[in-house]
């Protein structure tokens, strides 16, 4: 296993959670690491990503609610759910993104998944 999700669970709307993913440190040492979350009959959607080079991006739904970080000591990276809206139920995904090979270069490019944690609201 290299993309171990934790901190999933039940919580009513206004409440938190934070889950955490912990990878191998070869993984760890990619590009980015990134959060998504999918719902049964939706495409997955991404919700936060952060990059080797501490760059961190949200998804517009997000609003400020959401706050992603990483503790590279051990190899974890956190999202941090605070006033959690129902629409919010889905299971969360933790993804490392590795550069592979593009043309004459390379790209950044999601190529490990965990398997996911589920988050009900």
């Known amino acids: 296993v290299q993309l171990v999700e934790s901190g999933g669970g039940s919580v009513q709307p206004g409440g938190s959670l934070k889950l955490s993913c912990v990878a191998s440190?070869?993984?760890?040492?990619?590009?980015?690491m990134r959060w998504y979350r999918q719902v049964p009959g939706k495409e997955r959607e991404l919700v936060s990503s952060?990059?080797?080079?501490?760059?961190?991006m949200y998804g517009d739904f997000v609003r400020g609610r959401f706050t992603t970080s990483q503790d590279t000591t051990v190899n974890t990276v956190y999202l941090q759910m605070d006033n959690l809206h129902t629409d919010d139920t889905a299971v969360y995904y933790c993804?490392?993104?590795?550069?592979?090979?593009?043309?004459?270069?390379?790209?950044?490019?999601?190529?490990?998944w965990g398997q996911g944690t589920q988050v009900t609201v």
């Open positions: 952060i990059g080797n080079d501490g760059l961190i």
């Open positions: 440190r070869i993984i760890y040492d990619g590009c980015k």
């Open positions: 993804a490392a993104a590795t550069y592979v090979p593009h043309g004459s270069g390379t790209q950044c490019k999601v190529t490990i």
